[in-house]
């Protein structure tokens, strides 16, 4: 038989990085800056819920955003051209999640960052379109937020849990197509209570801006509170 | 693609390992994974093949996987119970004051390493 040595090693995958997102959260509470992370499936209205939400904030606070796409700047553009507020693409290099280190890689990259008189208040990051991996790499962000379109059905808070447990608020986007889906809004905040007691729930429609400014209230609040 | 990210992190740990312990070349890898852990095993040890052969110190090793069966704890009646089979509510009482004991690891065990005596 071959002599091996084993080395016990007992480690979670997830260690290191949950560790980096905790020190990144701390040096981001002594800036004053607020970072959000957006989680989706693909499609569901990250972008033009984002759109919506900056321009009703950005003479309040200054925000700046970080796209995570897998491979384009689309969206970065897209909010660029109708904010105006600053917006950088992220490279994720095919990866399905951002991390702590990527996140914080992304936010040094940003031009009116860190330099503490100019800190943006908010930074929100539009994490991959995805329900699984990036509810399991902690960002660093200060809360967590996702959005739940009406074609995607009630029942994803049964089928992604984590996702769903992770998150502060859920938005449910799309409102205007409930007539023609069998979305069942109480069944889907019952699910999402199941999961996550404390979830804010706030149905919008980001197409013309119904229910957003909930969403934007929400927001400012927590940006506030996070200065104190 | 969700196995692939996660066997980044395994490599990327299993090398500080093995720096620290003055390992050149490991021959297996044994991984806790919970039952619940949303990894699917035959994706991990794929991606794992692929990416692990790019390694020097990895070439040829292997992946293995020892499961843990995911148990749910109940709050109403205090007992344990098998989380696949009867989810959130208790099968004894019926309550869903309930919460995952284990299952949702995705651990790195242990490495094991040839030695020349
Ligand atoms: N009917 C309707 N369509 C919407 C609404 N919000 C967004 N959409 C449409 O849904 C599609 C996707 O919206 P995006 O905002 O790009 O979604 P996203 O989550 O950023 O997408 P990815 O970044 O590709 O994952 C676009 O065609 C939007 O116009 C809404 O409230 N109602
Ligand atoms: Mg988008
Ligand atoms: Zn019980």
């Known amino acids: 038989m071959e002599n091996v040595k084993i080395i016990e090693i007992k480690k979670s995958v997830f260690e290191d990085n949950d560790r980096a997102a905790d020190a990144l959260r ?64 992220l490279h994720t290099g095919g990866m399905c999640h951002l991390d702590a280190e990527m996140t914080e890689q992304g936010l040094s990259n940003l031009q009116f960052t860190m330099h503490n008189s100019q800190c943006p208040d908010l930074v929100i990051l539009e994490n991959v379109g995805n329900l699984v991996c990036p509810a399991e790499f902690d960002t660093g962000a200060v809360k967590n937020a996702m959005i739940l379109s009406v074609p995607e059905g009630h029942d994803k808070p049964l089928k992604y849990p984590l996702m769903f447990s992770i998150c502060d608020v859920v938005v449910i986007n799309k409102m205007d197509v409930l007539p023609y889906f069998d979305f069942d809004m109480e069944k889907c905040k019952e699910y999402i209570h199941m999961r996550n007691p404390k979830a804010t729930v706030i149905p919008i429609c980001a197409r013309t801006g119904e229910g957003v400014d909930v969403f934007a209230n929400w927001l400012l609040k927590e940006v506030e509170n996070w200065k104190e | ?110 490495i094991v390493v040839p030695q020349n005596k």
Request: glycine content about 8%.
């Open chain 1, 26 to 89: 701390g040096e981001l509470k002594k800036k004053g800056v607020f970072l959000l992370n957006l989680m989706s499936s693909p499609g569901s209205g990250k972008t033009t819920t984002l759109i919506q939400t900056i321009n009703r904030l950005k003479d309040k606070i200054r925000i700046a955003v970080m796209e995570a796409d897998i491979d384009s700047d689309v969206d970065a553009i897209k909010i660029k051209e109708a904010t105006g507020v600053e917006s950088i693409q």
């Open chain 2, 1 to 110: 693609m969700h196995e692939l990210g996660i066997v980044f992190y395994i490599i990327r740990d299993v090398k500080k390992a093995a720096q620290e312990n003055g390992v050149e070349h490991v021959s297996a890898v044994v991984m806790n994974i919970g039952e619940v852990s949303t990894i699917i095993p035959e994706y991990l040890t794929d991606c794992w093949r692929w990416a692990a052969d790019k390694e020097e110190m990895l070439k040829g090793c292997e992946l293995k996987i020892e499961p843990i069966p995911a148990v749910t704890h109940c709050d109403g009646c205090g007992k344990d119970y098998p989380t696949v089979a009867h989810g959130k509510k208790c099968p004894h009482c019926g309550s869903e004051q309930t919460w995952l004991l284990r299952g949702n690891e995705v651990e790195i065990k242990e």
